[in-house]
């Protein structure tokens, strides 16, 4: 039975929406306007933006079997990693060393019982699970923070039952540049932001956009996601562009205003994280004043 079929919206966490193709769906964390800021300004930011980065496919079934087929669209890095947690517990991770090329696609070394299909390139089919019994099982399946995947089937054996997860209560909006979008992780539950989520036991939309800096207009005033906190990480970049301190300063400012008055702040808890050392954190350079 493929779980396609039906209304699949509430089977990921951490999205802003499910868009429905031909040939499967995809998956949204970015709002229309903020893909369109992407697009005109950025072609990188813009592959960065569509990457499924802290999107979680969460279900409850008692199938002993669960095949996806999906493509690889395009992606911020040529590796992909995607990780399975069954009842709590972390049982598999797959690891796609060049998605353009699905011939190269190996399972980890832990893995005894998976069952990869080699199809067409950029497409490929990964046995998620397989159990000997059926059991009602919670299922998490943690999505590539770093390629934007279209799903064509997710499907399960014939006659099990099959139901979404509630995401958890709290929301958490976690906003920054590659560090919080996970980019150089191995695998996603090994993001900080992924991590930190599981912690609060929150359901977390992760808006990180690599290479990005404090851009006022990459925040939309009408986005509808009810976040209770957010984290705000970005400063690596900034710091090397070509914009001056007080026009750094400025970008900041505007940057956090417009998110407080999105979020008051009697309904909303915000964190700036600063940026974290690196070893060019000492290179001198002379800022453009063009």
Same mark, same amino acid.
């Given at each position: 039975?493929?779980? !396609? ?10 999205? !802003?929406?499910?868009?429905?193709? +031909? ?58 990693? %995607? ?27 832990? +893995? ?43 499907? %399960? ?15 958490? @909006?976690? @906003? ?7 980019? +150089? ?17 929150? $359901?977390?939309? $992760? ?14 005033? +009408? ?63 002379? !800022?453009?004043?063009?």
């Amino acid at each position: 039975m493929n779980v !396609l079929d039906g209304d699949v919206q509430e089977y990921f966490h951490g999205t !802003l929406g499910v868009i429905r193709e +031909d040939y499967g769906i995809k998956l949204r964390r970015m709002t229309d306007r903020q893909r369109s800021h992407y697009e005109k300004a950025s072609d990188a930011w813009h592959t960065r933006a569509l990457c499924n980065a802290g999107v979680i496919l969460a279900l409850r079934t008692n199938s002993v079997t669960l095949d996806v087929m999906a493509c690889a669209l395009q992606g911020a890095r040529k590796t992909m990693g %995607i990780d399975v947690e069954v009842d709590g517990k972390i049982i598999r991770s797959f690891y796609i060393p060049d998605i353009s090329n699905t011939n190269t696609i190996v399972v980890s070394k832990d +893995d005894d019982f998976a069952d990869v299909l080699h199809t067409n390139k950029n497409k490929f089919a990964l046995r998620i699970f397989e159990f000997s019994e059926p059991k009602e099982r919670t299922v998490r399946v943690y999505l590539p923070q770093s390629v934007e995947l279209q799903f064509v089937s997710l499907t %399960i054996q014939d006659g099990a039952t099959v139901e979404p997860v509630d995401p958890p209560k709290h929301k958490l @909006l976690c @906003l920054g540049d590659s560090i919080t979008q996970g980019m +150089d992780a191995t695998h996603p539950i090994a993001t900080y932001t992924t991590q930190f989520a599981k912690l609060m036991n929150a $359901n977390m939309l $992760n808006q990180g956009v690599g290479g990005h800096v404090f851009d006022p207009d990459s925040f939309d005033p +009408d986005l509808p996601f009810e976040a209770e906190g957010i984290t705000i990480a970005y400063g690596t970049n900034d710091w090397n562009g070509n914009k001056t301190t007080d026009q750094t300063k400025e970008s900041v400012h505007t940057y956090l205003e417009k998110i407080r008055q999105r979020y008051p702040q009697y309904q909303t808890e915000i964190a700036v994280i600063s940026p974290i050392w690196r070893a060019i954190g000492k290179e001198k350079r002379t !800022l453009s004043f063009s």
